[in-house]
């Protein structure tokens, strides 16, 4: 008995075929083309971004209401001096620009790790 033996046939376009199906969907592409999925992707961006920012602004607020709220509802505290030096002057020399640094710090952390875990999505798709 002969061997019998199998030919494929296929279309010019079945290449093309694989070839697509081979590529897989890229996060990528859908922020260059602007497509509603690429939009979604950066308006989460935006918000995680704005998060961080309204808690760094939160922080600021509440050190620059809180310090003359303090000295409204104490008034002792205004009065008062440590080795000549007014309080008021120290804390705001000592205490507030320490706050300032650590607030901008985290901020700067905080905005750093967004955007690398956002760059970490766009090359993982």
């Not at 093309?16 to 199906?21: E, F, K, N, T, Y």
């Not at 690398?116 to 993982?124: C, E, G, I, N, T």
């Amino acid at each position: 008995m002969s061997e019998l033996r199998r030919v494929v046939v296929s279309s010019p376009r079945t290449h093309r075929a694989r070839m697509a199906a081979q590529r897989s969907w890229s996060l990528a592409h859908d922020l260059d083309e602007q497509t509603e999925l690429g939009a979604v992707y950066v308006r989460t961006l935006i918000r995680a971004q704005l998060r961080a920012a309204l808690a760094t602004l939160t922080v600021v607020a509440v050190v620059i209401v809180g310090l003359p709220l303090l000295l409204v509802l104490v008034p002792a505290v205004s009065r008062s001096r440590v080795y000549g030096i007014p309080v008021t002057w120290l804390a705001l020399a000592l205490c507030i620009q320490p706050i300032w640094i650590a607030a901008a710090a985290r901020h700067l952390r905080q905005a750093e790790r967004i955007e690398r875990d956002f760059a970490r999505l766009v090359d993982r798709s």
